[in-house]
């Protein structure tokens, strides 16, 4: 199983500028979560998703966006992208809040 | 909403000694308290986890305890290695409508670093 897997990696955007950071899991999970971590601090959580259909609102969701089509597939839209969102961003999966969650590599996005 | 305050923010120990990162939560309603360990450019792994029909749990040397009545919780780290050097989160459920947990809120981390 590859876990829980982020694209891209790395990336810059110009403020205003939009893009869409891809998560994807291949172990069947119905939750799926958005954090962003911040330099030196810890995980809020941006968005969830119980299951295909379904998401919800975190701590930090203004200027993200979220779907989930698919049970495999969550994605993070950022749209009119400002400075503050400059951030190292983390897909999760789990069974269920009360269990394990995986983590995927993350992606590092700076606004300038 | 649910708040959780990690003690200390960091924390420098002697190899083969111990240490003791402490937690406090808001929700009494909380019942599941994991752990996590973040190395330098990592993702976020679990190392342990507690539910609120347990007052301790160990594996190796790591082990976690819970007191409910003082909404606190702590890692314990014995024997520390210079591999145990990492960012530590700890973590608490908070209950949605309906009554079931469906995210958790992390504390902010603590630095531990291990000097040989």
């Known amino acids: 199983n590859a876990g829980v897997t982020q694209t891209p990696k790395f990336r810059i955007l110009k403020i205003g500028q939009s893009m869409t950071l891809q998560c994807a899991q291949d172990?069947?999970?119905?939750?799926m979560y958005w954090y962003r971590q911040d330099p030196g601090m810890g995980l809020k959580l941006i968005y969830y998703s119980v299951g295909a259909g379904i998401t919800d609102k975190g701590e930090v969701p203004n200027g993200y966006n979220v779907s989930r089509s698919t049970t495999e597939d969550f994605p993070l839209r950022l749209e009119l992208a400002a400075p503050s969102q400059t951030s190292v961003y983390f897909c999760?999966?789990?069974?269920?809040?009360?269990?394990?969650?995986?983590f995927g590599p993350g992606t590092r996005l700076t606004v300038t | 909403g649910e708040n959780v305050e990690q003690h200390p923010s960091t924390l420098s120990v002697q190899e083969g000694d111990s240490a003791v990162i402490k937690c406090t939560y808001s929700?009494?309603?909380?019942?599941?308290f994991p752990w996590y360990k973040q190395e330098l450019g990592k993702r976020p792994q679990l190392i342990i986890d507690i539910r609120s029909n347990v007052g301790e749990k160990k594996d190796q040397r790591i082990a976690v305890t819970l007191n409910k009545t003082a909404k606190h919780f702590s890692l314990h780290i014995t024997e520390t290695q210079p591999e145990d050097s990492a960012v530590y989160f700890c973590?608490?459920?908070?209950?949605?409508?309906?009554?079931?947990?469906?995210?958790?809120?992390f504390g902010s981390g603590t630095q531990l670093t291990v000097l040989p």
């Open positions: 929700d009494s309603a909380s019942n599941y």
């Open positions: 172990m069947n999970h119905n939750y």
């Open positions: 973590a608490a459920s908070i209950m949605g409508n309906g009554g079931s947990a469906r995210q958790l809120t």
């Open positions: 999760a999966s789990g069974i269920g809040v009360s269990y394990e969650q995986y």
